[in-house]
């Protein structure tokens, strides 16, 4: 565990950094849009973990041409449970796994690679302002002009009667936390929650109205505000709800593909 905290530390400032410069080659040709720089970061983090992938898809056509002969092993050896059996069985699938150059272990190896960058990158996803600088900046101003950490009761007070999660007790919390959570707050804040914020700070009106011009710039997405969620509008029916019912589609369908790639030849 104390190797793994650093090299985790490692992994997902590497993919932030990656996060973040995609980000500012949007932003710097007029397009400072999230939904955008998560697609291509995607692409990215797909094309670093593509070496490992194509191991393991190698690996995967490997086990289906040698299924018919570990069956076999497994046939003749079924219902024998005495140690001599179990020894032989084990002798004869190493020599099929030799035969082929391969190993029992061979797929499992580019998962184990893989595992710690999906991890980063839902991490870096789901927390964009930790380590998109240019986005926490919009955040940030609202945050000095609403009073910076003093502000995180407002705001759980207003979370709760908007239906927006908050920091449960922000006195529990120390000054970056409390900070933090202010801003990925403000970051979580749909466009509705926006038109009432300036009704509990009243004075910072003109920054939360920027910084709400700001945020539905860089979350709106094919027609969609991302920082909205598809129960914001209860059960009445509307196009937010496409998101899980696409998402659960994709998965639906990326199980079927999977099933038949794994499905043994006859």
Partial sequence: MPLFGP????????????????YLFLDGIGIPNIGLAIILFTLV????????????QKSSR????MQPEIRAVQEKYKNKTDNASMMAQQTEMKAIYEKYGTSMTAGCLPLF????IIFALYRIIMNIPAYVPSVK?????????IGGSSAAQSLLDFGKANGNLGLDD???YNADAVHNFVIDFLYKLNPAQWAKLPEIFPSATQVIQQAAAKSTEINSFLGLNLSTAPSAYGFTPNIYWLIPILAGLSQWASTLLMQKQTMPTA
């Fill in 7 to 22: 090299i985790w530390n490692l992994i997902v400032s590497a993919l932030g950094w990656i996060m973040n410069w995609i």
């Fill in 45 to 56: 983090t797909r094309i670093l973990l593509f070496p490992t992938s194509l191991k393991q």
């Fill in 62 to 65: 490997m086990m289906q041409i």
């Fill in 113 to 116: 690679l893989q595992m710690p």
């Fill in 137 to 145: 900046a919009v955040y940030e101003s609202v945050s000095t002009a």
């Fill in 170 to 172: 922000p006195a529990k």
